[in-house]
Structures are given as structure tokens and as C-alpha cells.
């Protein structure tokens, strides 16, 4: 499943002190707080340098540097086959790079961390297709997706404190699913399903949350709701969003990074990069 996982795990900030990239990570750090216990010192929640991936031979990433700063929604965009999907692979650690750096705030470098270990960190993903508890309701979804012991013994014996209810009270509110609260995950439309599987995410606490393609298949109305929701979300939260839909993109980002070949192609405002030359000839002009 692709909700992050449950257990509570702290990690100790022993790894070696990320090093200063230089005035581009600095001017893209926004420079709010971020979470309890994460070293942001220069704003930047998120730091990949020079990244390489290869799968036989293919070069899936290319030398790959980005910087995501505290609190920043960012959308990712680029052609089928740009890089996409590895370079979350990358930030969630199931595909470890060949060459570079990857680092969560100062000091985690998420090239030493297992995905389990990096999601109990504050790093959640959705991926395209929602995957929920659909014989369970909306509020039993909530619940499980909480930040507690999930063992067998301690699930049976679990009673929701006043806190933790009204955690999922705020939950459901922030998702639109107050009134859904009892209805079966399964009985939900497609677009529901993924604000639940976002509450999920939110379950967690996250620091970064990583959505691919989250509007794919939403009616106008659902995707109007998305993007309310990202905006009320970031800032709280740092974001980093894969979308082919420019529309939905142009309503929510202040950042676009193109990707192309696994490199970076281009940056700035969705206007800036729909004006590049470069942009045009591999992506917007196909």
C-alpha cells in the first residue's frame, strides 16, 4: 500500500552534516520552520545533488539536482519517460542512486535509509491510483492510518483517546470527507478516494509529501477542490506534485521544474517555462 508506514521511529541526527550547496538551494529555501526534530537550517527541506540512476545501460536520471525549500508546493513536469517517477523512487528509497546526494533537511541522507525508515522520517508519497481500505469506512481508514503501535496486541486493544478523534475530526474537514465519515472506502468516487488516501498521508504527520498525478481522472469540481486543498496544505506541509495537467498546475504552483532525459531542463514560474524555447521543442509543443 502507499500510505507511509505506521510505526513511530526516531531517528538520531548522527549522519554527517550535509554541506552548503551554494546560493541556489538558499534562494529557493523559504525559510519557515519545519517539523519537530528536522535540521532545516538554510530552508531547504529537501537537497539532490548530481543524482544518477541507471537501469541497463539507460540512464532513467542524469545528474539530477533539485531543491525544495520548507513549505514549497512544487510541481514536477516533463514527457512519459522524463525521470518522474524515478527521482521519487529516489526520495522514497526504493531505487538507490548510482552518483550523488539525497538529503531530508540538514543531516538524514536518505541514501543510507530504507523506505520504511525514510517514511517514518516525514516523507509520504500517493501514487497515481488511491489505494484505500475499501470494506472499511472513511473513519476506520483515519484510524488505522494514525501513528501508533500496529502490532496485533496493541490494535485490539486500542481505544482512540479524545486527542486522537479529534485529529481525524480535523482530518476529515481538511479533506471534505466529514460527511463520508461512515460510508465504506469501496462506495466512494475516484476522486474521494484520493482525498482519503491524501487524509491518510496527513495521518502521519509528514514534513514532504510526494503526489503523482493526483487529479488524474477527477471531474472539474474535484480538481478545483485539489487545488484548494494543496494551496491550504503547503506552507504546513512542503509538497512536490508530478502532473501532466497543465491547468490544474498553473492554479497551484509558484515553482515548475521540467524534466527531460532525466535532467533538469528548466525552472521558475509556469509562465517562465512555457516561455523556454527548449520546453516547448520537448514537451509543451508535442
Not at 108 to 124: F, P
Not at 228 to 244: D, I, P, W
Not at 270 to 275: E, G, I, S, T
Amino acid at each position: 500500500m502507499s500510505v507511509t508506514a505506521t510505526a513511530q521511529f526516531m531517528l538520531e541526527p548522527i549522519l554527517d552534516a550535509n554541506k552548503d550547496a551554494g546560493s541556489s538551494r538558499d534562494a529557493i529555501g523559504l525559510g519557515q520552520a519545519a517539523g519537530k526534530g528536522l535540521n532545516t537550517r538554510h530552508g531547504t527541506i529537501l537537497t539532490l545533488e548530481d543524482i544518477s540512476v541507471s537501469f541497463d545501460g539507460f540512464k532513467a536520471l542524469n545528474a539530477l539536482s533539485l531543491y525544495i525549500g520548507v513549505g514549497e508546493l512544487r510541481c514536477i513536469i516533463g514527457p512519459n519517460g522524463a525521470g518522474k517517477t524515478t527521482l521519487m523512487d529516489v526520495i522514497t528509497g526504493k531505487t538507490r542512486p548510482s552518483h550523488g546526494q539525497a538529503w531530508f533537511g540538514e543531516t538524514l541522507d536518505l541514501t543510507h535509509m530504507n523506505e520504511v525508515q525514510i517514511a517514518q522520517a516525514g516523507i509520504g508519497r500517493k501514487f497515481q491510483k488511491p489505494t484505500v481500505f475499501e470494506a472499511l469506512s472513511v473513519f476506520e481508514n483515519l484510524e488505522l492510518a494514525q501513528k501508533t503501535d500496529k502490532s496485533v496486541w496493541a490494535s485490539l486493544r486500542a481505544r482512540l483517546s479524545g486527542e486522537q478523534r479529534e485529529r481525524i475530526g480535523e482530518v476529515l474537514d481538511t479533506i471534505g470527507l466529514s460527511t463520508s465519515v461512515h460510508r465504506p472506502a469501496g462506495l466512494l468516487s475516484h476522486g474521494q478516494k484520493q482525498f482519503l488516501e491524501i487524509g491518510m498521508l496527513l495521518m502521519q504527520d509528514p514534513q514532504l509529501l510526494l503526489l503523482d498525478e493526483p487529479v488524474a481522472g477527477m471531474t472539474d469540481a474535484e480538481t478545483e477542490f485539489t487545488a484548494e486543498l494543496f494551496k491550504r496544505l503547503a506552507g504546513k506541509h512542503s509538497l512536490m506534485v508530478v502532473e501532466h495537467d497543465m491547468g490544474f498546475v498553473g492554479a497551484i504552483a509558484d515553482h515548475v521544474t521540467v524534466l527531460h532525459q532525466g535532467s533538469v531542463l528548466a525552472e521558475g514560474s509556469l509562465a517562465q517555462v512555457q516561455a523556454d524555447d527548449r520546453v516547448i521543442e520537448v514537451y509543451l509543443g508535442r
